[in-house]
């Protein structure tokens, strides 16, 4: 599985912080993150230009909503993804590699729960259909 | 402004179905504002486009390009340096963008990227809701400044129609009745004796019977 390519869109003010850790060592896969002001930073265009860069998987990850220190940034966030995954449903991608997860910025084991998670579904769904059509 | 919509992903990628080079071609106009055909929106369909081809097997090159409008020479001439051994051009403008860069480059081939849905007012972030239908001879005087053209249903002159129930058109409970906010307006205003003038039929020659409108004045011309 260490081929895959994950990429974390991360809210500095929370996931960014328990993402110290890394994945935990029982998990064979690289987590590519960028680092953004707040998760309602992410934008449409960077999700889908992630998956045309080769990503397997992205998820992002934003404070829980009901703290988001933006207030609203983490339910924009996932307003915006829910959006992005009807597209990536509908370009044959599959909207459910395409992953959001609130973190508490005082819980870093919460992204070791991600990477396995990541991991686990990476598993189920094999490699990007983008990288199947060019092999 | 005029509010438009995104067509189906499925539908746009059929339209350039053996294009080897597709330009997507973003509107800075009204499309812009009503976030369905700026720039951004002209990225995500790109892209979205760019991996569907390629998840299909049909790989093709699109490329994106975005001016302010499709409605006015200045700016669709903008797009001739995009256009280079473009096969096919997917017009994120309302149909007048469209249209206007088909013609003015016949040789390509031009095709919707979206819906152009109605001349509408975005009255929160997120929605947008359609007030004219540009008929051509407006009775805003008339009516408190609300359309009964648009707002009411049945495009009654003289309303409400009996189907008016507090203050909702019969055609859904979200609907408010067009003459209900007539007659609220006017009401507030202490001009309810404009209810009782009768509006004449209206002269809809001016509307589309006389086929394509068209505007002229001579003060701006070059
Ligand atoms: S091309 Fe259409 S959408 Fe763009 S500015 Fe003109 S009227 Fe508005
Ligand atoms: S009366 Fe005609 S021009 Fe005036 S707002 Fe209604 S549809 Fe538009």
């Given at each position: 599985m260490s081929d895959v390519k994950i990429v974390g869109f991360v809210c500095r003010l929370c996931a960014l912080i328990s993402s110290?850790?890394?994945?935990?060592?029982d998990v064979d896969i690289k987590i590519e993150t960028v680092e953004l002001p707040?998760?309602?930073?992410?934008d449409g265009r960077l999700l889908l230009e992630a998956f045309e860069r080769g990503a397997d998987a992205v998820f992002v990850a934003g404070c829980p909503e009901h703290e988001c220190m933006n207030v609203k940034g983490s339910s924009r966030a996932r307003k915006r993804l829910e959006h992005i995954k009807e597209i990536l449903d509908q370009v044959g991608?599959?909207?459910?590699?395409l992953i959001m997860y609130n973190v508490s910025g005082t819980h870093g084991p919460r992204f070791a729960h991600i990477a396995r998670d990541m991991a686990g579904l990476l598993e189920k769904l094999g490699p990007s259909p983008l990288k199947a059509r060019k092999a | 402004m005029i509010v438009a919509e995104i067509k189906p992903i499925e539908e746009i990628a059929e339209s350039i179905k053996g294009a080897k080079k597709v330009l997507v071609a973003g509107c800075g106009g009204c499309v812009t504002v009503c976030l369905s055909g700026g720039q951004k929106e002209t990225d995500i369909l790109a892209s979205a486009l760019r991996m569907k081809m390629q998840v299909d097997g049909q790989p093709v090159q699109i490329e994106t390009a975005t001016y302010e409008r499709q409605c006015d020479p200045e700016y669709v001439a903008r797009f001739k340096e995009h256009?280079?051994?473009?096969?096919v051009v997917v017009s994120m403008a309302c149909g007048v963008g469209v249209q206007f860069m088909a013609e003015n480059y016949p040789n390509i081939i031009f095709v919707p990227?979206?819906?152009?849905?109605f001349a509408g007012a975005a009255t929160e972030h997120g929605i947008w809701e359609e007030r004219c239908m540009l008929c051509g001879e407006c009775v805003l005087a008339k009516t408190g400044g609300v359309c009964p053209i648009i707002r009411c249903s049945k495009s009654?002159?003289?309303?409400?129609?009996?189907?008016?129930?507090g203050g909702k058109c019969e055609i859904s409970k979200d609907t408010p009745c067009g003459w209900q906010l007539i007659y609220d307006r006017l009401k507030g205003q202490n001009r309810l004796e404009l209810m009782t003038e009768i509006l004449p039929a209206k002269d809809w020659s001016k509307n589309r019977d006389g086929g394509p409108r068209k505007i002229v004045r001579e003060d701006v011309r070059l």
């Amino acid at each position: 599985m260490s081929d895959v390519k994950i990429v974390g869109f991360v809210c500095r003010l929370c996931a960014l912080i328990s993402s110290d850790l890394g994945p935990p060592a029982d998990v064979d896969i690289k987590i590519e993150t960028v680092e953004l002001p707040c998760a309602g930073k992410v934008d449409g265009r960077l999700l889908l230009e992630a998956f045309e860069r080769g990503a397997d998987a992205v998820f992002v990850a934003g404070c829980p909503e009901h703290e988001c220190m933006n207030v609203k940034g983490s339910s924009r966030a996932r307003k915006r993804l829910e959006h992005i995954k009807e597209i990536l449903d509908q370009v044959g991608v599959g909207g459910e590699r395409l992953i959001m997860y609130n973190v508490s910025g005082t819980h870093g084991p919460r992204f070791a729960h991600i990477a396995r998670d990541m991991a686990g579904l990476l598993e189920k769904l094999g490699p990007s259909p983008l990288k199947a059509r060019k092999a | 402004m005029i509010v438009a919509e995104i067509k189906p992903i499925e539908e746009i990628a059929e339209s350039i179905k053996g294009a080897k080079k597709v330009l997507v071609a973003g509107c800075g106009g009204c499309v812009t504002v009503c976030l369905s055909g700026g720039q951004k929106e002209t990225d995500i369909l790109a892209s979205a486009l760019r991996m569907k081809m390629q998840v299909d097997g049909q790989p093709v090159q699109i490329e994106t390009a975005t001016y302010e409008r499709q409605c006015d020479p200045e700016y669709v001439a903008r797009f001739k340096e995009h256009l280079k051994d473009v096969d096919v051009v997917v017009s994120m403008a309302c149909g007048v963008g469209v249209q206007f860069m088909a013609e003015n480059y016949p040789n390509i081939i031009f095709v919707p990227g979206q819906n152009t849905k109605f001349a509408g007012a975005a009255t929160e972030h997120g929605i947008w809701e359609e007030r004219c239908m540009l008929c051509g001879e407006c009775v805003l005087a008339k009516t408190g400044g609300v359309c009964p053209i648009i707002r009411c249903s049945k495009s009654l002159l003289n309303g409400p129609c009996g189907g008016s129930q507090g203050g909702k058109c019969e055609i859904s409970k979200d609907t408010p009745c067009g003459w209900q906010l007539i007659y609220d307006r006017l009401k507030g205003q202490n001009r309810l004796e404009l209810m009782t003038e009768i509006l004449p039929a209206k002269d809809w020659s001016k509307n589309r019977d006389g086929g394509p409108r068209k505007i002229v004045r001579e003060d701006v011309r070059l």
